[in-house]
């Protein structure tokens, strides 16, 4: 069977248009982009033409864009880099429900010397702007906050955190990693001084992503030695990749209005079938302000785990959580900031949409999954003493 693929915050399927765009450039157009000579002029000028593309969809320019490997280096870029032209400073403030690629490193500087505040979150996601804005020093050197939850999809409000920020005195930096693609934004209609992305959550391949560094802001390299990137991140550029980024950025930008309508209004249907179907189930996170993509639901007293397995019978794909923590078989520490019950947090999956799925598959998942959710718990003993109370209160 086709898949039902419905784990795009995981990764995306690379778009068409993006590899065709791409294909020229593994054996015909095989120049390095830092030679002097002509075959490799025109492969930098194809580059160029990509980081053009992604500046645009990010309201930025082009000179601000730096290509990576990924979002994880992008955002160990940015923090590294703030904390290097900062040496004076040794405070960073992050939130309790980044993605790992920033969380495991503010955890790791904490027990090298550095005072690390984590933000907590409210039930619905909704960050303590108050806390954060208290916790604001003279020693801050950066801020991180994801522009959105790549759980729950809850949206923070970064523009809003990163005028009080940069005001401040500190960098502010933005994990945009789920954003990018999804909803809009304008880097120059805000003070958002470094920006992560990663390639494959937006229709191009793994193993390239981007920073965005505003102009004039202090950076330090993270990777010395050649001088690719006008000097500021070395290594022979993934050619063909960057290109598939630029593809896929241009794609975006023309999506942007279906991701928002199409994607949404399938992403609602899901949620409210399943929720009317199923009893003791619920939406983690604000239902308002999330990605139009994303909806991540616990039913109560289930494995999630479980839910998985027994969906991959029908060739159903989702996730229990992030991708980069899915073999651990705590609870998420998303879920768990958020405070949602362990006979919750443990039964929550992610359905995360994008433009390549149909009313056909909503309405398929919406078939199977009730029936899976109803034989789970009756093997159950959580689901079993959830209904004698019930009784016994009736």
């Known amino acids: 069977m086709k898949p039902i693929y419905m784990d795009n915050n995981a990764t995306t399927r690379v778009a068409p248009e993006v590899v065709e765009e791409m294909l020229p450039y593994f054996s015909e157009f095989y120049g390095n982009p830092s030679s002097m000579h002509t075959f490799g002029g025109q492969v930098a000028a194809k580059v160029e033409e990509a980081r053009e593309k992604l500046a645009a969809l990010l309201g930025a320019g082009p000179e601000e864009i730096i290509f ?6 992008s955002d160990s870029t940015a923090i590294w880099a703030a904390l290097r032209s900062n040496p004076d400073k040794r405070h960073i403030i992050t939130t309790k429900v980044e993605h790992p690629a920033v969380k495991n490193l503010a955890e790791y500087l904490g027990s090298q010397g550095y005072r690390v505040t984590f933000v907590p979150v409210d ?12 916790h604001l020093s003279d020693d801050t050197a950066i801020v991180s906050v994801m522009w959105a939850n790549n759980e729950t999809g ?4 970064v523009e809003e955190i990163a005028a009080r920020v940069t005001d401040h005195g500190a960098v502010f930096h933005t994990d945009a990693v789920q954003a990018v693609g999804k909803v809009p934004i304008n880097l120059g209609e805000n003070k958002v001084q470094m920006l992560s992305l990663s390639g494959h959550k937006l229709h191009a391949p793994k193993g390239v992503g981007a920073l965005y560094v505003r102009r004039g802001t202090k950076f330090a390299p993270f990777l010395m030695g050649g001088h690719q990137e006008r000097g500021r991140r070395a290594g022979t550029e993934n050619v063909a990749s960057i290109i598939g980024l630029g593809k896929a950025a241009e794609l975006a930008a023309a999506h942007l209005e279906e991701e928002n309508k199409r994607v949404k209004k399938l992403r609602d249907k899901l949620e409210k079938e399943l929720l009317a179907r199923i009893p003791n189930a619920m939406v983690n996170g604000n239902p308002e302000k999330r990605l139009p993509n994303t909806t991540s639901i616990a039913f109560e007293f289930v494995e999630g785990e479980a839910i998985l397995l027994l969906m991959n019978e029908f060739n159903i794909c989702a996730s229990s959580g992030s991708a980069c923590t899915s073999g651990s078989l705590e609870p998420s520490h998303v879920l768990r900031a958020m405070g949602v019950p362990f006979t919750a947090a443990h039964g929550s999956i992610r359905f995360s949409l994008s433009i390549y799925n149909s009313e056909e598959e909503v309405d398929l998942v919406i078939e199977k999954l009730p029936p899976i959710i109803e034989r789970l718990r009756k093997l159950s003993p959580f689901w079993a003493e959830h209904r004698k109370k019930a009784s016994c209160a009736c």
């Open 68 to 73: 990576t490997s990924c979002g994880t280096e």
């Open 123 to 134: 039930g619905q996601g909704n960050l303590d702007l108050d806390y954060l804005y208290d």
């Open 154 to 157: 809850v949206i923070f409000p």
